[in-house]
């Protein structure tokens, strides 16, 4: 049996090859998933952009230096299984290598799935090393595994990020402007969802001229703007820059205008051409949005079954919204095969693709 790995030079992203090996055998305990399908978004080039700085190399490490595996999430069906707690043909949900297959170390099983205990992933954060059981799985519907690959992880970003600025009471620019750059981006708009339903605030979509309708269309930005209009923002407007784009020029130029800047919230670099560090900028500092601990917060706070029903109930009234209407905000492109991740992968970097359009892949 042979595997089929994408691998990434870390230091020039467009550079990529696949490589083909020898399964190896299983250790045991541990177990083989095949990986059926997987989304591939602007989060995970983000992943690669800031693989170094957040350790996102780490999930799946290669033995070639200056190289990189994509973590993804997706689905995939146990092929192999040296595990008594895990069962062949069982279907899974979590985060795999951008790969054929995944070989993982399960511990702390229970009815809901279980952790990847290799020893290289130990002292990464837990979110990651978890997999879920799909038939225990509050979120899992076979009819909308597409959807949950491609939004499940970013949704969960977009409430973490509303919620941590409720939390904080917006730093003080409740009732004032929400700048989110790369509006049209999936946890953007999820994000502008989320914060669309808290009264008193402006959510503007600040994206490009080619994206304006797409981001209106939506309905949940009070405005969209496109990155040149930042004029039509009052200057002394209390207000949030929560930045998806990672745009060194355009970060600059937001802290520069508005002189009520609150707070500046880091998240993503979809803009991978204009990344660059936060460095002597005018008000807040630049800070960048770690998820994970958002939901250690939370979940001390409302215990870890309450965490999750807020999260089911607000990922079902997202996941209904992306699919209404004639012009639903998501429609799903397969690739198959290793051209056809190839490609996807190249169009999805270059970030030029139809903002409607989300990407499943396989090989």
Request: with cysteine; hydrophobic share 40%.
């Amino acid at each position: 049996m042979s595997t089929t790995t994408f691998l990434v030079r870390k230091n020039q992203l467009g550079d990529t090859r696949l490589q083909t090996a020898e399964a190896a055998a299983l250790a045991d305990g541990q177990i083989r998933i095949h990986v059926d399908s997987f989304a591939l978004t602007a989060n995970n080039i983000t992943y690669a952009a800031f693989g170094d700085a957040m350790n996102y190399w780490q999930f799946f490490p290669t033995a070639e230096d200056g190289w990189g595996i994509i973590p993804v999430w997706g689905f995939g069906t146990v092929l192999q299984s040296l595990h008594p707690g895990v069962a062949v043909g069982e279907r899974i949900y979590g985060y795999f290598p951008m790969a054929s297959e995944a070989v993982l170390s399960p511990a702390r099983l229970d009815s809901s799935g279980f952790y990847d205990a290799a020893p290289h992933r130990r002292e990464l954060h837990p979110v990651y090393n978890q997999y879920l059981r799909c038939n225990t799985d509050p979120f899992y519907t076979a009819s909308s595994e597409a959807v949950q690959a491609l939004l499940r992880p970013l949704f969960i970003t977009s409430f973490l990020i509303d919620d941590f600025l409720a939390d904080n009471d917006f730093f003080g620019a409740a009732g004032g402007a929400m700048l989110l750059s790369s509006a049209s981006s999936k946890t953007a708009y999820g994000t502008a969802f989320q914060l669309a339903q808290r009264p008193g605030i402006e959510v503007i979509g600040l994206t490009s001229p080619a994206n304006v309708a797409f981001c209106e269309s939506l309905g949940c930005y009070s405005r969209v703007l496109t990155y040149d209009q930042l004029d039509q923002v009052a200057a002394d407007r209390a207000s949030i820059y929560i930045d998806f784009a990672g745009n060194a020029k355009l970060r600059h130029a937001i802290h520069s205008r508005f002189v009520n800047l609150a707070y500046s919230c880091a998240i993503g670099g979809t803009h991978v051409g204009e990344l660059g560090g936060g460095k002597d900028l005018p008000g807040p500092r630049a800070t960048l949005f770690f998820a994970p601990a958002q939901i250690k917060k939370r979940s001390a706070d409302w215990g870890r079954e309450g965490l999750g029903q807020r999260l089911v109930e607000a990922w079902q009234a997202f996941r209904t919204r992306v699919a209404q209407g004639p012009t639903p905000w998501l429609q799903v492109q397969r690739h198959q095969g290793d051209a056809g991740v190839a490609a996807a992968y190249q169009q999805v970097l270059a970030g030029k693709g139809d903002p409607r359009t989300g990407h499943i892949l396989g090989f």
